[in-house]
């Protein structure tokens, strides 16, 4: 069966948002969820689900198999190189992401991507683990 | 508080040594310290040792004399040489030792630097993404900034070649072959724009430092070089550095201009006073960037400097004389010492055929890693 790869996005419904939270106190918001503000230390925090829509901030292409942990195909046999960028989810919060898109004259800066969760790799119970990405807006 | 001076300084050679161990090595470079000041180990009152491979850098005492004196062994990543200075210059100024030695050692297996992510507090799943890499933090760091500021590659290709001409100057370097900047520019895409060449590569060494309070540096050393400040910072809210699953819309500056600002005001000098540098490239990007972070010179201004040589050995401001990181690579416990080991052989003016002219007076050193913590030192004659 299809599982999380942690509970940090609302899938399996059906638009699936990323889960942060936001201090009471001063509007902080992190991702993921915890329970004190890492601006004002407040632990009044309130579960915030983050907006699906972005732009690109700063991304880079992952061009190597990175190390053990990873749970794509580390061996470099059949490694894909990956992009990863910084989403600036509207006004609300900066969010590091896996991209669906790793060729460097396919990415720029400003550039809108959207939320989707994806299977990512088969643990070894043979569940299929989904992940989030961020990829071109119509892609 | 009690001033502090540099009597000695001395390094292991950075690379790979076989079946020599990170403890050979850490007791090589404390003897070397001590014969540089003529002083012998049973004077050190106090020490700091930073390491990551090994877990008990006081176990070098083994090696040199169990004198019983109080040893504490550092880490803070990139940091942890400059943290390990900055404990040992503390046990002075306060006036727990009149002698106190900062040791870093490490021996790294080849390839990036791999931990389990809880152990710096990330959520597992950001390791299994293959999010956990510190090179991909890098990547896009520095791409950011060659677009916010008009930064080429070409400017990244030309750090990395000054590093690799610097290291060929130096017989203590890791990396001693000189490189073009097209070799640097086609070797494998790591993580874009960064080159394979344009990153250093974790290895083994050790550097040791020792100093003792100013007023009896006289005893060791006609040139003892004074320690006028050392700050360390970790980042704060609105930095988006290594390690990191979000950042706020709001950004604030990296750790490293508050830890330089600091290290300013306390040494009571000015970026316009420091002769030469020593700035943290863990890749070509990062020595770009901390050019203007440490306020050596505007954002986008590097693009001009670096075509007019202007951070050579014989340039207006000479950085990372000694090859820095790309080509010395990165024992992380002995990184930052290499750092004040070549400052303090520049200001004494035993560089040999890398010596910065005109008579340097004044140091500074730098560095930044995981998860967002930066030291700087200022050394002056």
């Not at chain 1, 999380?4 to 991702?31: M, N, R």
């Not at chain 1, 901030?57 to 190597?64: C, D, E, R, Y």
């Amino acid at each position: 069966m299809q599982k999380p790869i942690a509970e940090i996005f609302t899938w399996p419904s059906e638009s699936p948002q990323l889960i942060g939270t936001k201090c009471d106190d001063c509007g902080a918001v992190t991702f993921p969820a915890q329970s004190r503000c890492a601006r004002c230390s407040s632990p009044k925090m309130t579960e915030l689900l983050l907006p699906t829509r972005g732009t690109i901030i700063a991304w880079t292409t992952q061009g190597f198999p990175p190390k053990p942990g990873f749970q794509g195909d580390a061996t470099g046999k059949n490694f894909q190189p990956f992009g990863v960028g910084l989403v600036q989810l509207g006004d609300v919060v900066r969010v590091e992401s896996r991209l669906s898109e790793s060729d460097p004259a396919k990415l720029d800066f400003g550039q809108e991507v959207e939320l989707r969760v994806v299977p990512f790799f088969t643990d070894e119970n043979g569940d299929e683990i989904m992940t989030f990405e961020f990829a071109p807006v119509g892609a | 508080m009690t001033e502090v001076a540099i009597i000695g300084v001395g390094l292991h050679p950075f690379g790979r040594h076989g079946d020599k161990t990170a403890f050979q090595m850490g007791a090589e470079a404390i003897e070397e310290a001590l014969a540089d000041a003529g002083a012998e180990w049973k004077d050190v009152q106090y020490a700091a040792g930073g390491a990551w491979t090994v877990a008990q850098p006081d176990a070098v005492t083994g090696l040199l004399g169990l004198t019983g004196i109080p040893f504490h062994n550092v880490f803070n990543a990139c940091a942890t040489g400059a943290s390990a200075v900055e404990a040992a210059a503390t046990a002075i100024e306060v006036g727990n030792a009149d002698i106190a030695l900062a040791v870093g050692m490490d021996k790294h297996p080849r390839g990036a630097f791999v931990e389990p992510p809880g152990l710096c507090n990330m959520p597992d799943w950001y390791a299994d993404n293959g999010q956990y890499v510190t090179t991909k933090f890098f990547g896009m760091k520095i791409n950011k900034y060659c677009h916010d500021y008009g930064i080429s590659q070409r400017t990244l290709a030309r750090a990395a070649a000054k590093g690799y001409r610097n290291g060929s100057l130096n017989p203590k370097a890791f990396r001693r072959n000189p490189m073009t900047e097209d070799e640097i520019l086609e070797s494998p895409m790591l993580n874009y724009p960064l080159t394979a060449y344009m990153f250093c590569a974790p290895d083994e060494g050790a550097a040791a430092v020792l100093m003792c309070r100013a007023d009896k540096a006289h005893e060791y050393t006609d040139t003892p070089i004074f320690v006028k400040s050392t700050q360390l910072r970790t980042k704060q809210y609105g930095a988006y550095e290594v390690n990191t699953t979000y950042a706020p819309v709001d950004e604030d500056v990296a750790p490293t201009v508050h830890a330089s600002r600091a290290a300013y005001e306390e040494a009571g000098i000015g970026p316009e006073d420091v002769d030469v540098r020593q700035l943290q490239d863990t890749d070509a990007g990062a020595e770009v960037m901390h050019l203007a972070e440490n306020g050596f010179c505007n954002h986008g201004d590097q693009e001009q400097l670096y075509a007019d040589g202007a951070l050579d050995i014989n340039g207006p401001l000479p950085t990372n004389t000694d090859g820095g990181l790309i080509a010395n690579g990165e024992p992380i416990g002995a990184s930052g010492l290499r750092q004040v080991y070549e400052l303090v052989t520049q200001l004494k003016g035993r560089a040999g055929d890398r010596q910065v002219q005109g008579d340097p007076r004044v140091g500074y050193a730098q560095v930044y890693g995981a998860p967002g913590t930066a030291a700087v030192t200022i050394l002056s004659r």
